[in-house]
């Protein structure tokens, strides 16, 4: 992986970048598209930090992500740079902490959850409220889809034969 130019090789980097063109004559909807891995917006006067996650390793740790998570995060913030909250979605996993919010993914439960030992999730992303007085102070997980997939559903997006187990067990 190379840090200084991974976004030349991101997906969502370039979906950003279309988004930004589809919405330019749109004065009430802004992107902040940069090539940095950190990006820091202040809301209401707070220092938000937003990142994809891919430098927060846990190797699934019986405490969950939220310990090697902390540990950057107090990292990062040792710095001119401290932000009230690290918002990043890498780890594919929904969660809400005082000093930060992981999203989950999206795409829903993909061979990458499975590779990183991520419990399912269906499709969703987190909406933050963000008030002048409090900061940070509701999230919510809003879903993708109208309804959990099926088992056969998950199998057949992520392209899995598993026509031997489909013979022995009835979905």
């Known amino acids: ?14 979906m950003y970048q279309d988004l930004t063109r589809l919405y330019a004559l749109e004065p009430r909807v802004k992107f902040l598209n940069t090539i940095a891995d950190h990006n820091y917006v202040s809301i209401y006067g707070r220092l938000v930090r937003f990142l994809h996650g891919t430098g ?14 902390n540990r ?15 918002v990043f979605g890498h780890l594919h996993t929904h ?3 005082k000093n930060l919010v992981a999203n989950s993914s999206l795409i829903g439960h993909s061979e990458y959850g499975l590779r990183i030992g991520a419990s399912y999730e269906p499709p969703s992303q987190t909406f933050i409220v963000f008030s002048k007085d409090r900061g940070a102070h509701f999230a919510v997980k809003m879903y993708g889809d109208e309804k959990d997939a099926t088992r ?5 997006k992520m392209q899995i034969d598993h026509s031997a187990v489909r013979a022995k067990i009835k979905f």
Not at 56 to 69: H, L
Not at 74 to 81: A, G, I, T
Not at 152 to 156: D, S
Request: aromatic share 12%; proline share 4%.
């Open 1 to 14: 992986r190379r840090v200084s130019t991974s976004y030349k090789n991101s997906f969502e980097w370039m």
């Open 56 to 69: 927060i390793k846990y190797n699934n740790g019986v405490g969950g992500f939220t310990i090697p998570a």
């Open 72 to 86: 950057m995060i107090s990292k990062w913030n040792d710095s001119p740079l401290a932000a009230e909250l690290t």
């Open 95 to 97: 969660a809400i902490h």
């Open 152 to 156: 056969e559903e998950i199998l057949e």
